[in-house]
């Protein structure tokens, strides 16, 4: 119903000399989508005040409202005189709108409130449209679009979602904007989060794990009581990039969650050793960035102290973990390796304090864009481990973008996983066989058949030599019957 209004947005925002590239049209048409949608809530709120015999307070009001500065009406038709156009629009966009709802950070009652998510958005954004006649003609489109059902919202967000694939493939690193989704669900199954369960993601980037699990855990059997504590005292995350927070934000709200428990800071500042029992979670699910290189100051909040980024989120999701919790986390397959000082206490420190019962082994090509391979970890907090069950995830072919992974690809992974069973492409890691030494969890499949082993250089000679008396004899042969 909707896409083709998004394809005309896209047609307008080629034309658009401030608009870049897939990440700044994904950042400009989030803030468009995220006033409409604010619009749209604020209406729904207060029909309901209305039937309930109480007054409203909008969030959002006067000239700033959206039916004033972006769709002007009169008797529900769209009003071209009254409406903003052209360097009028872009003046009063950039110099006042931007301003009035930036200030809400400041005047909200609470950083859990939409007001403060309206103000640390338009704090963080900036408007990019240069042409008023082409902001004009993408609110316009969008004035069409409609939130009032969670079916409007849920095809909303499957096209803002593949919008946030596109971003991510187009980046350096595809990873950091986009995890397959196909392979989130499948994290999600294995941990299968329950109501009253708190889900955390402290490397949240577009919040694909956070609306996932949304999904997982909605059901059409809810309660009321029940769902309100799937809005608000669910899913928490943080980001430390500007732009992937306002779409995390705008991802989750697309997906039905009204004010998203998202804070915008660097996890890694937090000191792992003052986290206290409060502020653990029940559920982590994360791809945090890898490589990078955070500043010294930053190792310094963690025990075993390295500039891989990917080191330090692992500690701190360990600590984030409550006794009991489970985590799935994304990390590059060297970690199961290395034998770098880092490496080796941070394994040594996974097995001690978690149970690591499954690593789910991805092949090249999961991620478009990353040219790493990666693995998932899934653990529990609590007894050390024992027994880990790998897998090694084999779809057939080569992936890429036009081969991308897809939820059949996991099917078998995760119905194999729930019994630890053993096969062709699965087996089992004893902890007591491992080096003490290292803890090095180096994958190698036992059930792949041992490849010949290579010849050595006299036999290679002697054969040719043979082979050389031989053509000669046939040679001679041939001559005599000449």
Not at 18 to 30: C, F, K, M, P, R
Not at 429 to 448: F, G, H, Q, V
């Amino acid at each position: 119903m909707y896409e083709n209004a998004f394809n005309s947005i896209e047609r307008d925002l080629r034309a658009e000399e401030g608009i870049a590239n897939e990440l700044d049209y994904v950042e400009q048409t989030s803030w468009v989508l995220f006033l409409k949608y604010l619009h749209d809530l604020e209406n729904e709120r207060r029909d309901r005040a209305e039937l309930d015999g109480e007054d409203y307070i909008p969030i959002i009001d006067g000239e700033f409202r959206w039916d004033q500065w972006a769709a002007p009406k009169i008797n529900g038709e769209f009003d071209h005189n009254s409406a903003r156009i052209g360097d009028d629009l872009i003046t009063f966009v950039d110099r006042e709108l931007f301003p009035y709802l930036a200030a809400f950070r400041q005047s909200a009652s609470s950083p859990n409130t939409i007001e403060y998510k309206v103000g640390e958005v338009f704090t963080e954004l900036r408007n990019k449209f240069r042409s008023g006649y082409i902001l004009r003609d993408v609110l316009e489109i969008t004035d069409g679009l409609a939130f009032n059902t969670q079916a409007q919202r849920h095809e909303l967000s499957q096209l803002y979602e593949t919008r946030i694939r596109r971003m991510g493939n187009a980046g350096r690193n595809g990873g950091e904007y986009y995890t397959p989704r196909p392979l989130i669900r499948a994290m999600i199954k294995v941990t299968d989060p329950k109501i009253g369960e708190t889900v955390y993601d402290g490397a949240v980037g577009s919040a694909g794990f956070l609306c996932e699990a949304y999904d997982y855990m909605r059901t059409d059997t809810l309660s009321a009581s029940d769902f309100e504590i799937l809005q608000s005292r669910t899913f928490y995350g943080q980001e430390k990039k500007g732009l992937a927070y306002i779409i995390g934000i705008m991802n989750m709200v697309l997906h039905g969650i009204e004010a998203p428990n998202l804070a915008h800071t660097n996890t890694l500042t937090e000191n792992v050793m003052d986290i206290q029992e409060k502020n653990r979670h029940d559920i982590i699910l994360a791809n945090p960035p890898f490589g990078g290189g955070e500043r010294r100051e930053v190792q310094q909040n963690f025990p075993i102290r390295t500039g891989e980024t990917a080191y330090l989120f692992l500690q701190h999701f360990i600590r984030k973990l409550r006794a009991g919790g489970r985590a799935a986390v994304v990390i590059k397959n060297t970690f199961l390796s290395n034998t770098d000082n880092a490496s080796v206490a941070l394994r040594k420190e996974l097995l001690e304090a978690a149970e690591l019962h499954t690593i789910l082994d991805c092949p090249q090509g999961t991620f478009q864009g990353a040219g790493v391979k990666t693995v998932v970890l899934f653990f529990e907090k609590g007894a050390p481990t024992r027994d880990i069950w790998v897998y090694q995830l084999d779809p057939g072919r080569k992936m890429g973008k036009t081969n991308p992974l897809n939820d059949n690809d996991m099917a078998e992974f995760v119905e194999l996983q729930r019994t630890s069973a053993t096969g062709r492409k699965s087996w089992i890691i004893n902890r007591a066989d491992l080096d003490e030494a290292t803890c090095s969890l180096s994958l190698k499949n036992p059930n792949t058949p041992e490849a010949a082993p290579l010849r050595s250089a006299e036999d290679i000679i002697a054969d040719m030599l043979i082979r050389d008396a031989e053509t000669a004899e046939i040679l001679a042969n041939i001559r005599g019957m000449l």
